[in-house]
């Protein structure tokens, strides 16, 4: 792997356009100090008292973030509620410097939160909570869908790659639908020379003329429903293989601490980890890694150079503790000199 190739790319991330598309949620953390517990009048329930709150744009947002922080432009197509957590998330991704012109607004839905109250630890640290989600689970009406297509096409003509990121496992509750998924892998058809790219908790398998990126225990569950989550490597290889025939293009499947596997017509490439110490935080390391690829791409490194810049960045955001990290192209270069 030539390393310093890579790092010289790194020298242009504010070359590289990106529209991340898909799934949006605001990530709020509410900071509770329990010496500020008191007894609720109305109940006698311990009543929480939020001394600091801190809100960061998640999922397609932890993208955004990981880009803007290495220096790629992003725009941004998602759906939000025009609700307080819609103009929070707004507000979290301007803060950042992304584009949020192509959002779609649903006034009659609300926004994907992930709410996550942190208690402060007798040591100073803060241990999560019970997490509290606010979510649609009515089927997205059409209007909504076609808007997010229309956003899209109006869009790509700028950018050098589009990130689809795929989070819900409930089919027709989040922005990709089968509706939108279709209509995404037609516009990839169409346009050959960009890179589109998809990551998806549970729908990977659906995508077509589209990369794809999953875990370990994602792909077995795609491709061999019912078997033990614990496969051979044999297993992995094979089912990597079936994925990377099935949607027509590369497929980048991660094995955690063990790195990541590529599957490129018909071959298969290891690409290693890198090797970290101390306590770790894997909240957002695969968002870390979807950026990292596909900044990579764009700035013309091969898919093994790309699919190792995403593992770079990913061990640099795990080691940020109780917040989904990013990570500079300083310090990637930094831990590139370094080797694994």
Known sequence: MDMDRIIAALGRTQDARIIVFGDYCLDKYLYIDPKRDEPSVETGLTAY????????????????????????????????????????????????????????????????????????????????????????????????????????????????????????????????????????????????????????????DAYRNVMVKCNNHELLKAMRPGQALEPTQAVLEACGRELCARNGKTAFVTLGDKGSMIFDEGQVTAVPAFRVSGAIDIVGAGDATNAGIMLGLCLGLKVEEAALLGNCVSSITIQQIGTTGTASPQQVARRLEGNL
């Open 49 to 204: 008292q939020v001394h600091r709150k801190q809100m960061y744009a998640g999922v397609g947002g932890t993208i955004t973030n990981n880009l803007r922080a290495l220096g790629a432009q992003v725009r941004c197509i998602g759906a939000i509620g025009c609700d307080g957590e819609g103009f929070e998330l707004k507000q979290a991704l301007t803060k950042v410097g992304a584009d949020i012109r192509y959002m779609v607004e649903m006034p009659d839905r609300c926004t994907n939160t992930y709410t996550k109250p942190m208690r402060k630890q007798p040591d100073g640290s803060y241990q999560e909570m019970e997490r509290l989600d606010f979510r649609d689970f009515s089927p997205m009406p059409q209007k909504y869908k076609d808007a997010l297509v229309q956003a899209l096409r109006e869009a790509i003509d700028w950018a050098d790659g589009v990130i689809i990121t795929d989070q819900f496992v409930q089919e027709d509750s989040g922005v990709l639908t089968p509706f939108v998924r279709e209509a995404v892998c037609a516009l990839a058809k169409e346009r050959p020379r960009q890179f589109f790219y998809a990551d998806s908790r549970a729908f990977i």
